[in-house]
């Protein structure tokens, strides 16, 4: 069984705050995904990484593919409260095609 | 561009009733996946459906059934509820390019089993 952990699984923090998000697992991933998800709504897609060291940035969110792919992390700078929010990293394995992986997620709260 | 839509978006039934969840997916989106969103356990795979054919199941039991119609909707049957079927049940939609996709989820349909 191909397991995601993410942590921390609460983070608390002030606006302009920088924090970083961590998804780590003993399997190798094909890609890895970061979403999004918010109270009453579904995830949303931020960012796909498929190579080893891949690193990849959306404005003030920056995201790190390991480079033996079995790990990941997200870092946000100067943090906003529209930042607040459910992150979950998800992975792709060879041979279990179509199915996706999820970490548990990180409960973001950015207090203004 | 109209998301994945779902629906209901609320739903309540009763210990041993059947449930019938819907979803389109993105115009173009071939397979459509179902995950489980219990609470405190996170997106669990259930089912997904490419071409409308079943290409792989989570670890569910059998009363978790569903299909995918020739335009690419999908339906998720649970049958025999029980009171921890009660999660958030999502669908997403994808065109397939082979290992896992990135998906782009709808809102989800709230199944409260009492």
């Known amino acids: 069984t191909q397991l995601l952990e993410q942590s921390p699984q609460f983070l608390s923090i002030q606006e302009g705050e920088n924090l970083t998000v961590y998804c780590n697992s003993s399997?190798?991933?094909?890609?890895l995904q970061w979403y999004r998800q918010e109270p009453g709504e579904g995830p949303v897609l931020l960012v796909t990484?498929?190579?080893?060291?891949e690193v990849k940035k959306l404005k003030r969110l920056t995201f790190q593919f390991g480079d033996a792919r079995k790990d990941s992390s997200l870092h946000i700078t100067a943090a906003q409260p529209g930042d607040t929010g459910l992150y979950l990293c998800a992975g792709g394995a060879r041979g279990n095609a179509g199915k996706s992986t999820f970490g548990d997620g990180t409960t973001l709260t950015v207090k203004p | 561009e109209a998301g994945v839509t779902q629906s209901p978006t609320h739903l309540i039934k009763t210990r041993g009733q059947q449930a019938t969840l819907r979803c389109s997916p993105i115009?173009?989106?071939?397979?459509v996946y179902w995950y489980q969103q219990a609470l405190g356990l996170g997106l669990q795979f259930l089912l997904w459906?490419?071409?409308?054919?079943?290409?792989n199941r989570g670890n569910f039991p059998p009363r978790f059934s569903g299909r995918q119609f020739p335009n690419y909707s999908s339906e998720l049957n649970v049958n025999a509820l029980e009171l921890e079927d009660s999660a958030l049940y999502l669908c997403?939609?994808?065109?397939?390019?082979?290992?896992?996709?990135?998906?782009?989820f709808g809102n989800g349909t709230r199944l409260t089993v009492t």
């Open positions: 997403a939609s994808s065109l397939y390019v082979g290992g896992s996709s990135p998906l782009h």
């Open positions: 459906y490419d071409e409308g054919e079943e290409r």
């Open positions: 399997s190798v991933f094909s890609s």
């Open positions: 115009s173009g989106h071939t397979s």
């Open positions: 990484v498929v190579t080893g060291g």
